[in-house]
């Protein structure tokens, strides 16, 4: 398929960027940067609230939120409401599954949609996100989810197979593995996540799940008194040659880097 090519007017390039970097630094101003940002309706920051909720409380559910173009060409499209419905299910499923405020939750996918639902779902839920970059073999990932004492992973079935399997059993803190694409013979140990979210959202959801999923109770999207927690995400080192090293943030703003002992 051919795409129509975006062309942009100067004056459009010229706002993408910082024209004048020392100017801008001088005049920088957190409280500015603050002002910008809606926060919980209870006071307090989370990321997917500002990235998805506050834009469903001012009445654009309706308007495109994100466009994934597949290797085939495929497109699925997701407006506000549909990714604040996804995220919020994502949400549920991690507090029915005991994670709570703090725990570390990681994914090991490629650029899907699913990826996103996992990663907002996540800080709704108060726990810490961490993507694995998908193309790390076995004994990376296993040393950043060893020295981050992952709780929950989210996979694919293929990935899961290749990747985790061979040494899960040495993990003791890995709980959870929620699969994206889980076939109809998955890996012991393993849960189809689209079984969990009732698969109103995600596209391999299995008709079975279809009539429970109109009574599945949902997240609020701003639960009364939820707080980020002091780390809501963590990003770790690509090089796999090296120890990995973490660099935690939070919704506050402020970075935590943190190598390994």
Same mark, same amino acid.
């Given at each position: 398929?051919?795409?129509?090519?975006?062309?942009?007017? +100067?004056?459009?390039?010229?706002?993408?960027?910082?024209?004048?970097?020392?100017?801008?630094?001088?005049?920088?101003?957190?409280?500015?940067?603050?002002?910008?940002?809606?926060?919980?309706?209870?006071?307090?920051?989370?990321?997917?609230?500002?990235?998805?909720?506050?834009?469903?409380? !001012?009445?654009?559910?309706?308007?495109?939120?994100?466009?994934?173009?597949?290797?085939?060409?495929?497109?699925?499209?997701?407006?506000?409401?549909?990714?604040? &419905?996804?995220?919020?299910?994502?949400?549920?499923?991690?507090?029915?599954?005991?994670?709570?405020?703090?725990?570390?939750?990681?994914?090991?996918?490629?650029?899907?949609?699913?990826?996103?639902?996992?990663?907002?779902?996540?800080?709704?839920?108060?726990?810490?996100?961490?993507?694995?970059?998908? &193309?790390?073999? +076995?004994?990376?990932?296993?040393?950043?989810?060893?020295?981050?004492?992952?709780?929950?992973?989210?996979?694919?079935?293929?990935?899961?197979?290749?990747?985790?399997?061979?040494?899960?059993?040495?993990? &003791?803190?890995?709980?959870?593995?929620?699969?994206?694409?889980?076939?109809? !013979?998955?890996?012991?140990?393993?849960?189809?996540?689209?079984?969990?979210?009732?698969?109103?959202?995600?596209?391999?959801?299995?008709?079975?799940?279809?009539?429970?999923?109109?009574?599945?109770?949902?997240?609020?999207?701003?639960?009364?008194?939820?707080?980020?927690?002091?780390?809501?995400? !963590?990003?770790?080192?690509?090089?796999?040659?090296?120890?990995?090293?973490?660099?935690?943030?939070?919704?506050?703003?402020?970075?935590?880097?943190? +190598?390994?002992?």
């Amino acid at each position: 398929m051919e795409w129509e090519r975006i062309r942009k007017q +100067p004056e459009e390039r010229f706002g993408a960027g910082l024209p004048n970097y020392e100017e801008y630094v001088s005049a920088f101003s957190w409280t500015q940067a603050r002002a910008q940002l809606d926060g919980l309706p209870g006071g307090g920051l989370n990321i997917a609230h500002e990235a998805v909720d506050r834009h469903l409380r !001012a009445g654009r559910g309706d308007k495109l939120a994100l466009r994934w173009i597949g290797r085939d060409d495929r497109i699925r499209d997701y407006s506000y409401s549909a990714l604040g &419905a996804a995220t919020n299910r994502f949400a549920n499923v991690l507090a029915r599954h005991g994670v709570t405020k703090g725990d570390r939750v990681f994914s090991l996918l490629g650029r899907i949609p699913e990826l996103y639902f996992a990663a907002l779902g996540t800080l709704k839920n108060g726990s810490v996100f961490s993507p694995l970059f998908s &193309a790390f073999g +076995p004994e990376p990932i296993k040393a950043r989810m060893s020295i981050g004492n992952a709780k929950v992973l989210v996979t694919s079935e293929a990935f899961y197979r290749r990747k985790i399997e061979p040494w899960r059993n040495e993990l &003791a803190s890995l709980e959870h593995v929620f699969l994206t694409d889980s076939s109809a !013979a998955p890996p012991s140990g393993t849960t189809d996540l689209a079984a969990a979210t009732c698969g109103e959202v995600w596209p391999c959801c299995h008709e079975r799940y279809a009539e429970k999923s109109r009574s599945m109770p949902q997240v609020p999207s701003a639960r009364p008194g939820l707080r980020p927690p002091p780390m809501s995400r !963590a990003f770790w080192s690509m090089v796999s040659s090296i120890p990995p090293y973490v660099l935690g943030t939070s919704s506050r703003y402020w970075w935590m880097r943190c +190598p390994r002992q």
